[in-house]
Protein backbone atom coordinates (compact mmCIF):
# COMPACT_ATOMS: atom_id res chain seq x y z
CA UNK A 1 0.00 0.00 0.00
CA UNK A 2 2.87 2.47 0.58
CA UNK A 3 4.20 2.67 -2.93
CA UNK A 4 0.65 4.36 -4.03
CA UNK A 5 1.84 7.07 -1.47
CA UNK A 6 5.46 6.91 -2.03
CA UNK A 7 4.61 8.25 -5.79
CA UNK A 8 1.67 10.58 -4.08
CA UNK A 9 4.79 11.99 -2.29
CA UNK A 10 7.22 11.81 -5.54
CA UNK A 11 4.40 13.48 -7.88
CA UNK A 12 3.75 16.07 -4.87
CA UNK A 13 7.62 17.14 -5.35
CA UNK A 14 6.72 17.44 -8.60
CA UNK A 15 4.60 16.47 -12.03
CA UNK A 16 6.58 13.19 -13.37
CA UNK A 17 5.93 10.51 -15.87
CA UNK A 18 6.30 6.56 -15.29
CA UNK A 19 9.90 5.77 -16.23
CA UNK A 20 11.27 8.95 -13.28
CA UNK A 21 8.72 7.79 -10.87
CA UNK A 22 10.35 4.10 -11.20
CA UNK A 23 13.76 5.83 -10.84
CA UNK A 24 13.51 8.37 -8.14
CA UNK A 25 11.35 5.20 -6.18
CA UNK A 26 13.80 2.66 -6.47
CA UNK A 27 16.61 5.78 -5.35
CA UNK A 28 14.94 6.26 -2.45
CA UNK A 29 12.66 3.82 -1.37
CA UNK A 30 13.80 0.60 -3.77
CA UNK A 31 17.36 -0.70 -2.92
CA UNK A 32 16.49 -4.02 -1.97
CA UNK A 33 13.54 -4.49 -4.05
CA UNK A 34 13.38 -2.69 -7.64
CA UNK A 35 9.80 -1.29 -8.19
CA UNK A 36 8.66 -3.11 -11.81
CA UNK A 37 7.37 -1.26 -14.33
CA UNK A 38 3.94 -2.89 -14.19
CA UNK A 39 3.65 -1.62 -11.04
CA UNK A 40 4.08 1.55 -11.13
CA UNK A 41 1.60 1.97 -14.33
CA UNK A 42 -1.19 0.34 -12.69
CA UNK A 43 -0.25 2.33 -9.23
CA UNK A 44 -0.63 5.11 -11.87
CA UNK A 45 -4.04 4.04 -13.09
CA UNK A 46 -5.46 3.18 -9.41
CA UNK A 47 -4.50 6.86 -8.49
CA UNK A 48 -5.74 8.68 -11.81
CA UNK A 49 -9.22 6.51 -11.15
CA UNK A 50 -9.37 7.70 -7.31
CA UNK A 51 -8.81 11.39 -8.42
CA UNK A 52 -5.63 11.58 -6.59
CA UNK A 53 -3.95 11.84 -9.41
CA UNK A 54 -4.03 13.01 -13.03
CA UNK A 55 -2.41 13.04 -16.31
CA UNK A 56 -1.13 16.14 -17.62
CA UNK A 57 -0.73 15.51 -21.61
CA UNK A 58 2.93 13.95 -22.70
CA UNK A 59 5.65 14.47 -22.70
CA UNK A 60 6.68 15.92 -25.88
CA UNK A 61 7.76 14.06 -28.75
CA UNK A 62 8.35 10.94 -25.94
CA UNK A 63 5.71 8.25 -27.33
CA UNK A 64 2.64 7.42 -25.23
CA UNK A 65 4.85 5.97 -22.32
CA UNK A 66 6.02 9.03 -21.19
CA UNK A 67 2.36 10.79 -19.94
CA UNK A 68 3.09 13.39 -17.52
CA UNK A 69 1.27 13.02 -14.38
CA UNK A 70 0.43 15.49 -11.34
CA UNK A 71 -0.98 15.04 -8.06
CA UNK A 72 -5.00 16.35 -6.91
CA UNK A 73 -5.31 18.11 -3.98
CA UNK A 74 -7.59 15.29 -2.97
CA UNK A 75 -4.24 13.39 -3.56
CA UNK A 76 -2.48 15.69 -0.98
CA UNK A 77 -5.18 15.41 1.69
CA UNK A 78 -4.43 11.77 1.43
CA UNK A 79 -0.91 11.65 1.65
CA UNK A 80 -1.03 13.96 4.69
CA UNK A 81 -3.70 12.02 6.57
CA UNK A 82 -1.32 9.17 5.42
CA UNK A 83 1.69 10.42 7.02
CA UNK A 84 -0.20 11.50 10.29
CA UNK A 85 -1.45 8.22 10.97
CA UNK A 86 1.02 5.57 12.71
CA UNK A 87 1.28 2.25 11.48
CA UNK A 88 0.22 -0.18 13.80
CA UNK A 89 3.12 -1.46 15.59
CA UNK A 90 3.98 -5.26 14.71
CA UNK A 91 6.53 -7.31 15.31
CA UNK A 92 6.45 -9.51 12.80
CA UNK A 93 9.91 -10.85 12.96
CA UNK A 94 9.50 -11.52 16.52
CA UNK A 95 6.29 -13.92 16.10
CA UNK A 96 8.28 -15.76 14.18
CA UNK A 97 10.73 -16.45 16.86
CA UNK A 98 8.52 -16.96 19.47
CA UNK A 99 7.08 -19.59 17.16
CA UNK A 100 10.25 -20.85 16.95
CA UNK A 101 10.95 -21.03 20.28
CA UNK A 102 7.22 -22.90 20.95
CA UNK A 103 7.38 -25.24 18.71
CA UNK A 104 10.77 -26.24 19.36
CA UNK A 105 9.90 -26.73 22.86
CA UNK A 106 6.65 -28.34 22.11
CA UNK A 107 8.97 -30.67 20.05
CA UNK A 108 11.57 -31.62 22.89
CA UNK A 109 14.17 -30.17 20.32
CA UNK A 110 16.25 -27.63 22.22
CA UNK A 111 14.89 -24.36 22.25
CA UNK A 112 18.51 -23.08 23.55
CA UNK A 113 20.48 -24.17 20.49
CA UNK A 114 17.81 -22.47 18.28
CA UNK A 115 17.83 -18.71 20.40
CA UNK A 116 22.03 -18.97 20.39
CA UNK A 117 22.11 -19.74 16.81
CA UNK A 118 19.52 -16.61 16.29
CA UNK A 119 21.73 -14.58 18.58
CA UNK A 120 24.54 -15.18 16.30
CA UNK A 121 22.77 -14.15 13.19
CA UNK A 122 20.94 -10.97 14.21
CA UNK A 123 24.72 -10.16 15.32
CA UNK A 124 26.28 -10.87 12.63
CA UNK A 125 24.03 -8.97 10.43
CA UNK A 126 24.11 -6.29 13.07
CA UNK A 127 28.38 -6.20 12.45
CA UNK A 128 27.57 -5.62 8.66
CA UNK A 129 24.99 -2.63 9.24
CA UNK A 130 28.03 -1.00 11.72
CA UNK A 131 30.20 -1.33 9.16
CA UNK A 132 27.96 -0.38 6.02
CA UNK A 133 26.80 2.94 8.31
CA UNK A 134 30.18 4.32 8.98
CA UNK A 135 30.75 5.14 5.15
CA UNK A 136 26.96 5.63 3.73
CA UNK A 137 25.59 8.45 2.79
CA UNK A 138 22.95 9.74 5.86
CA UNK A 139 19.75 8.92 4.21
CA UNK A 140 20.99 4.70 3.81
CA UNK A 141 22.64 5.23 7.67
CA UNK A 142 19.14 6.42 8.92
CA UNK A 143 17.65 2.76 7.27
CA UNK A 144 20.62 0.73 8.43
CA UNK A 145 20.29 2.49 12.12
CA UNK A 146 16.26 1.98 12.27
CA UNK A 147 17.44 -2.06 10.89
CA UNK A 148 19.72 -1.96 14.00
CA UNK A 149 17.59 -1.12 16.83
CA UNK A 150 15.01 -3.61 15.78
CA UNK A 151 17.70 -6.06 16.01
CA UNK A 152 18.23 -4.95 18.89
CA UNK A 153 15.15 -5.26 20.25
CA UNK A 154 14.75 -8.86 18.97
CA UNK A 155 18.20 -9.69 20.66
CA UNK A 156 16.51 -8.52 24.05
CA UNK A 157 13.92 -10.35 23.36
CA UNK A 158 15.85 -13.25 22.86
CA UNK A 159 17.71 -13.01 26.15
CA UNK A 160 14.49 -12.47 28.03
CA UNK A 161 13.04 -15.56 26.74
CA UNK A 162 16.35 -17.76 26.72
CA UNK A 163 16.12 -16.73 31.14
CA UNK A 164 12.79 -18.15 30.77
CA UNK A 165 13.11 -20.92 28.98
CA UNK A 166 12.48 -23.88 31.95
CA UNK A 167 9.81 -21.96 32.90
CA UNK A 168 8.13 -22.26 29.29
CA UNK A 169 8.79 -25.87 28.75
CA UNK A 170 7.24 -26.31 32.30
CA UNK A 171 3.65 -24.38 31.23
CA UNK A 172 3.66 -26.04 28.01
CA UNK A 173 3.64 -29.42 29.50
CA UNK A 174 0.70 -29.09 31.30
CA UNK B 1 23.09 -33.96 5.64
CA UNK B 2 26.25 -31.93 5.09
CA UNK B 3 27.08 -30.58 8.09
CA UNK B 4 29.27 -27.43 8.04
CA UNK B 5 31.13 -25.35 10.40
CA UNK B 6 30.75 -21.86 9.87
CA UNK B 7 33.30 -19.50 10.47
CA UNK B 8 32.30 -16.02 10.62
CA UNK B 9 33.78 -12.65 10.51
CA UNK B 10 37.26 -12.46 11.14
CA UNK B 11 38.96 -13.66 8.12
CA UNK B 12 43.06 -13.71 8.02
CA UNK B 13 42.61 -11.35 11.45
CA UNK B 14 44.03 -14.24 13.42
CA UNK B 15 47.22 -14.41 13.72
CA UNK B 16 49.17 -17.67 13.55
CA UNK B 17 52.35 -17.58 15.35
CA UNK B 18 52.17 -16.76 19.49
CA UNK B 19 53.53 -13.59 19.33
CA UNK B 20 50.23 -11.56 20.88
CA UNK B 21 48.37 -14.64 21.05
CA UNK B 22 45.84 -14.56 23.99
CA UNK B 23 44.52 -17.39 25.79
CA UNK B 24 42.57 -18.47 29.00
CA UNK B 25 42.00 -21.56 29.38
CA UNK B 26 39.69 -23.82 31.40
CA UNK B 27 39.69 -21.00 33.89
CA UNK B 28 37.78 -21.76 37.05
CA UNK B 29 37.37 -18.29 39.70
CA UNK B 30 34.95 -18.77 43.23
CA UNK B 31 34.67 -15.64 45.10
CA UNK B 32 33.94 -17.03 48.51
CA UNK B 33 31.26 -19.93 47.46
CA UNK B 34 30.74 -18.39 44.82
CA UNK B 35 32.01 -19.62 41.21
CA UNK B 36 32.14 -16.84 38.64
CA UNK B 37 33.87 -18.93 36.56
CA UNK B 38 33.51 -22.83 35.90
CA UNK B 39 36.17 -23.86 33.21
CA UNK B 40 36.00 -20.78 30.94
CA UNK B 41 38.08 -20.69 27.75
CA UNK B 42 38.85 -17.90 25.56
CA UNK B 43 41.31 -16.97 22.72
CA UNK B 44 41.92 -13.77 20.86
CA UNK B 45 44.85 -12.75 17.51
CA UNK B 46 47.11 -10.23 18.00
CA UNK B 47 44.48 -7.38 16.15
CA UNK B 48 41.64 -8.97 16.75
CA UNK B 49 38.38 -7.32 17.93
CA UNK B 50 36.55 -9.55 20.41
CA UNK B 51 33.42 -8.77 22.07
CA UNK B 52 32.67 -10.68 25.30
CA UNK B 53 29.00 -10.94 25.87
CA UNK B 54 26.67 -11.88 28.25
CA UNK B 55 24.11 -11.36 31.40
CA UNK B 56 24.93 -9.53 34.22
CA UNK B 57 26.77 -12.28 36.79
CA UNK B 58 27.42 -14.47 34.12
CA UNK B 59 31.41 -13.91 35.13
CA UNK B 60 31.97 -12.06 31.62
CA UNK B 61 34.13 -8.89 34.19
CA UNK B 62 36.03 -12.03 36.01
CA UNK B 63 36.95 -13.23 32.58
CA UNK B 64 38.50 -10.38 31.61
CA UNK B 65 39.99 -9.66 35.26
CA UNK B 66 41.82 -13.25 34.94
CA UNK B 67 43.16 -12.80 31.38
CA UNK B 68 44.41 -9.13 32.22
CA UNK B 69 46.23 -10.51 35.22
CA UNK B 70 44.15 -8.24 37.74
CA UNK B 71 42.95 -11.22 38.74
CA UNK B 72 44.58 -15.09 39.70
CA UNK B 73 42.45 -18.14 38.65
CA UNK B 74 41.94 -20.69 40.94
CA UNK B 75 42.29 -23.13 38.60
CA UNK B 76 43.30 -22.60 34.20
CA UNK B 77 45.86 -21.48 32.64
CA UNK B 78 46.25 -17.91 31.18
CA UNK B 79 48.81 -17.04 28.69
CA UNK B 80 49.76 -14.16 26.73
CA UNK B 81 52.14 -14.07 23.71
CA UNK B 82 53.41 -17.81 24.88
CA UNK B 83 53.99 -16.91 28.56
CA UNK B 84 52.23 -18.15 31.64
CA UNK B 85 50.80 -15.26 33.52
CA UNK B 86 48.74 -16.90 35.82
CA UNK B 87 52.13 -18.20 37.28
CA UNK B 88 53.87 -14.68 37.83
CA UNK B 89 53.96 -13.09 41.22
CA UNK B 90 51.94 -9.99 41.30
CA UNK B 91 54.61 -7.53 40.78
CA UNK B 92 55.40 -9.15 37.60
CA UNK B 93 52.15 -9.18 36.24
CA UNK B 94 51.42 -5.42 37.23
CA UNK B 95 54.56 -4.74 35.39
CA UNK B 96 53.17 -6.52 32.44
CA UNK B 97 49.87 -4.81 32.85
CA UNK B 98 51.71 -1.73 32.64
CA UNK B 99 53.95 -2.80 29.75
CA UNK B 100 51.42 -4.97 27.32
CA UNK B 101 47.62 -3.91 28.47
CA UNK B 102 45.33 -0.74 28.72
CA UNK B 103 41.98 -0.74 30.01
CA UNK B 104 38.88 1.77 29.04
CA UNK B 105 36.22 0.94 32.20
CA UNK B 106 32.88 2.03 32.44
CA UNK B 107 32.27 5.63 33.68
CA UNK B 108 35.78 6.44 32.61
CA UNK B 109 37.05 6.41 36.25
CA UNK B 110 39.51 9.51 35.64
CA UNK B 111 41.34 9.91 38.52
CA UNK B 112 39.38 13.37 39.76
CA UNK B 113 42.67 15.49 41.49
CA UNK B 114 44.08 15.90 37.87
CA UNK B 115 43.40 16.83 34.86
CA UNK B 116 42.36 15.66 31.68
CA UNK B 117 46.17 15.37 30.17
CA UNK B 118 47.97 14.12 33.32
CA UNK B 119 45.42 11.28 33.13
CA UNK B 120 46.31 10.51 29.43
CA UNK B 121 49.91 10.66 30.39
CA UNK B 122 49.42 8.56 33.76
CA UNK B 123 50.26 5.18 32.07
CA UNK B 124 53.44 6.86 30.22
CA UNK B 125 54.67 8.54 34.01
CA UNK B 126 53.72 5.24 35.18
CA UNK B 127 55.80 3.29 33.16
CA UNK B 128 58.57 5.51 33.90
CA UNK B 129 58.52 8.09 31.09
CA UNK B 130 59.86 11.58 31.82
CA UNK B 131 57.44 14.35 31.63
CA UNK B 132 57.89 16.32 29.34
CA UNK B 133 57.99 13.34 27.26
CA UNK B 134 54.87 11.72 28.88
CA UNK B 135 53.31 14.68 28.38
CA UNK B 136 53.84 15.41 24.85
CA UNK B 137 52.45 12.12 24.47
CA UNK B 138 49.39 12.43 26.33
CA UNK B 139 48.81 15.85 24.23
CA UNK B 140 48.71 14.45 20.78
CA UNK B 141 45.66 12.39 21.27
CA UNK B 142 43.38 15.31 22.01
CA UNK B 143 42.76 16.40 18.62
CA UNK B 144 42.02 13.33 16.59
CA UNK B 145 39.74 12.80 20.00
CA UNK B 146 38.14 16.32 19.47
CA UNK B 147 39.00 17.18 22.75
CA UNK B 148 40.79 20.15 21.35
CA UNK B 149 41.21 22.74 24.74
CA UNK B 150 40.07 20.63 27.11
CA UNK B 151 43.72 19.78 28.19
CA UNK B 152 43.27 21.48 31.83
CA UNK B 153 40.11 20.51 32.73
CA UNK B 154 39.60 17.98 35.59
CA UNK B 155 36.94 15.04 35.39
CA UNK B 156 34.22 17.16 37.21
CA UNK B 157 34.21 19.57 34.35
CA UNK B 158 33.89 17.25 31.61
CA UNK B 159 30.78 16.11 30.23
CA UNK B 160 30.34 12.09 30.31
CA UNK B 161 31.23 11.53 26.86
CA UNK B 162 34.88 13.78 27.23
CA UNK B 163 35.41 11.83 30.08
CA UNK B 164 35.26 8.61 27.81
CA UNK B 165 37.44 9.69 25.45
CA UNK B 166 39.69 11.19 27.76
CA UNK B 167 39.96 7.54 29.55
CA UNK B 168 40.32 5.94 25.71
CA UNK B 169 42.78 8.00 25.31
CA UNK B 170 44.71 7.12 28.26
CA UNK B 171 44.26 3.33 27.76
CA UNK B 172 45.76 3.96 24.35
CA UNK B 173 48.92 6.22 25.17
CA UNK B 174 51.08 3.86 25.71
CA UNK B 175 50.42 1.68 22.42
CA UNK B 176 49.46 -1.43 24.27
CA UNK B 177 49.44 -4.80 22.36
CA UNK B 178 45.55 -5.70 24.25
CA UNK B 179 42.98 -3.10 25.17
CA UNK B 180 40.45 -3.94 28.16
CA UNK B 181 37.66 -2.49 27.70
CA UNK B 182 34.65 -3.19 30.42
CA UNK B 183 30.99 -1.65 28.85
CA UNK B 184 33.09 1.08 27.47
CA UNK B 185 29.75 3.38 26.45
CA UNK B 186 28.72 2.76 30.07
CA UNK B 187 25.52 5.05 30.41
CA UNK B 188 26.11 7.85 27.38
CA UNK B 189 23.19 8.37 25.37
CA UNK B 190 23.06 6.47 21.51
CA UNK B 191 24.65 9.43 19.57
CA UNK B 192 27.72 10.09 22.10
CA UNK B 193 28.33 5.92 22.64
CA UNK B 194 28.79 5.36 19.18
CA UNK B 195 31.57 8.25 18.70
CA UNK B 196 33.24 6.79 21.79
CA UNK B 197 33.12 3.18 19.63
CA UNK B 198 33.93 4.68 16.73
CA UNK B 199 37.15 6.06 18.12
CA UNK B 200 38.04 2.74 19.84
CA UNK B 201 38.48 0.54 17.05
CA UNK B 202 39.63 3.17 14.66
CA UNK B 203 42.39 4.05 17.31
CA UNK B 204 42.75 0.14 18.01
CA UNK B 205 43.25 -0.92 14.19
CA UNK B 206 45.63 1.79 13.40
CA UNK B 207 48.05 0.56 16.34
CA UNK B 208 47.54 -3.01 15.76
CA UNK B 209 46.15 -3.43 19.14
CA UNK B 210 43.97 -6.53 20.02
CA UNK B 211 40.90 -5.37 21.82
CA UNK B 212 38.77 -7.21 24.35
CA UNK B 213 35.01 -5.85 24.88
CA UNK B 214 32.98 -6.78 27.37
CA UNK B 215 30.15 -5.53 27.02
CA UNK B 216 25.79 -6.61 27.34
CA UNK B 217 25.02 -4.10 24.59
CA UNK B 218 24.40 -5.85 21.01
CA UNK B 219 25.10 -2.09 19.85
CA UNK B 220 28.42 -2.36 21.19
CA UNK B 221 29.05 -5.43 20.02
CA UNK B 222 28.30 -5.14 16.52
CA UNK B 223 31.76 -3.29 16.43
CA UNK B 224 33.86 -5.87 17.34
CA UNK B 225 35.39 -8.83 14.48
CA UNK B 226 33.15 -11.75 16.12
CA UNK B 227 31.35 -12.50 19.79
CA UNK B 228 31.74 -14.83 22.25
CA UNK B 229 29.18 -15.81 25.20
CA UNK B 230 29.66 -16.03 28.64
CA UNK B 231 27.05 -18.23 30.46
CA UNK B 232 26.98 -18.98 33.88
CA UNK B 233 30.71 -18.92 34.20
CA UNK B 234 31.19 -20.76 31.02
CA UNK B 235 32.23 -19.42 27.25
CA UNK B 236 30.44 -20.53 23.68
CA UNK B 237 32.17 -19.28 20.96
CA UNK B 238 29.52 -19.42 18.04
CA UNK B 239 32.40 -19.11 15.70
CA UNK B 240 33.01 -22.95 15.57
CA UNK B 241 30.36 -24.23 17.72
CA UNK B 242 27.78 -23.86 14.76
CA UNK B 243 26.94 -26.34 12.78
CA UNK B 244 24.57 -25.68 10.11
CA UNK B 245 22.99 -27.86 6.96
CA UNK B 246 23.15 -26.86 3.09
CA UNK B 247 21.12 -24.36 3.37
CA UNK B 248 22.97 -22.50 5.95
CA UNK B 249 19.87 -23.01 8.55
CA UNK B 250 21.35 -24.13 11.88
CA UNK B 251 20.85 -27.82 12.88
CA UNK B 252 19.30 -28.53 16.16
CA UNK B 253 21.04 -30.58 18.97
CA UNK B 254 24.30 -29.05 18.16
CA UNK B 255 26.57 -30.35 21.08
CA UNK B 256 26.32 -28.36 23.94
CA UNK B 257 28.69 -24.79 23.48
CA UNK B 258 30.05 -24.66 26.62
CA UNK B 259 34.14 -24.29 27.11
CA UNK B 260 34.94 -26.28 24.36
CA UNK B 261 39.13 -25.88 23.71
CA UNK B 262 39.90 -24.79 20.27
Not at chain 2, 66 to 86: K, N, Q, S, T, Y
Request: charged fraction near 25%; include cysteine.
Amino acid sequence: MSVSYALLGLLEHEPSHGYELKRQYDEYFGRDKPLPFGQVYSTLARLVRDGRAAAEGNVPGEGPERKLYAITGEGEAALSAWLATPEPPEPHLQTVLAVKVILALLSRRSAEAYLDAQRHAHLARMRELTVFRRTAPLADALLADHAIFHLEADLRWIELTAHRLDQLAKELQQ
Amino acid sequence: MNLTLTVAGSEGSRSSTAEGIHEGRDLQKSFGQTPALRGATFRSGQGEIVAVMGPSGSGKSTLLHCLAGILVPDAGEVRFAGRRLDQLNEARRSELRRREFGFVFQFGQLVPELTAEENIALPLLLAGWRRPRAFSAARRWFAPLGLDGLEGRRSGELSGGQSQRVALARGLVAEPRVVFADEPTGSLDSLTGEHVMELLVDSARRLGTTLVIVTHEPRVAAYADREVLVRDGRVSDPEFLWATDDAGTPVRDVPQAHGLPR
